[in-house]
């Protein structure tokens, strides 16, 4: 079983953040409009919020999706982790959905070593699951392409490629 302080605080967000990020790099990868974008946000929330009931027996992502009863707290651990994350991209130069994409990919590598390193196997492949789910899902929830809904495809050919190489480097 893998606790929260199996890792120092950088570690922490990495690991906490990193299924947040496939989401984003994902929905930045497609060209979905104002509407899609948002479908794929909130697709991405959901699928955040799922893995509490997905994953009820896996320790590590139950620690990644607890709520906290405090909304205060809570509100408070969100922003930290968003400026965080601002701060990250900013140190790293990221400026387009591709620099976005090697960050993301960077860090699953980065990732797997440290599950692998302090996670049980089950815990490993139930994270890589959920977090390969998480911009699986984001890719589907709006169509890319068409006009005013018309038209268009369901996963575009570059989240398709985005999400091949995250599940490359998730050892999918």
């Known amino acids: 079983m893998t606790a929260k302080t199996s890792f120092n605080e950088e570690e922490w967000f990495l690991v906490s953040s990193l299924p ?3 989401g984003a790099a994902v929905a930045t990868t497609g060209k979905s409009g104002l509407i899609g974008t948002m479908k794929e946000m909130m697709a991405s929330a959901r699928a955040m919020m799922e893995a509490g009931e997905t994953y009820a027996d896996n320790e590590l992502i139950q620690a990644i999706v607890a709520k906290m009863d405090n909304k205060d ?11 965080m994350a ?5 140190a790293a130069g990221v400026k387009t959905p591709e620099q976005l994409a090697q960050l993301v990919l960077d ?19 139930d994270y890589q699951a959920w977090a390969l789910s998480v911009g699986t899902k984001v890719a589907e929830a709006a169509k890319e392409g ?3 809904g018309f038209g268009g495809e369901q996963v575009s050919e570059g989240e398709e490629a985005l999400l091949q ?3 490359a480097t998730l050892n999918q």
């Open 20 to 22: 947040s990020m496939i």
């Open 73 to 83: 707290d809570a509100k408070a651990q969100a922003e930290k982790y968003q400026q």
């Open 86 to 90: 601002m701060e990250k991209m900013e």
């Open 107 to 125: 860090d699953c590598q980065t990732v797997m070593d440290l599950l692998n390193d302090r996670a049980t196997a089950a815990e490993t492949a």
């Open 146 to 148: 068409g006009f005013l």
């Open 165 to 167: 190489r995250i599940a």
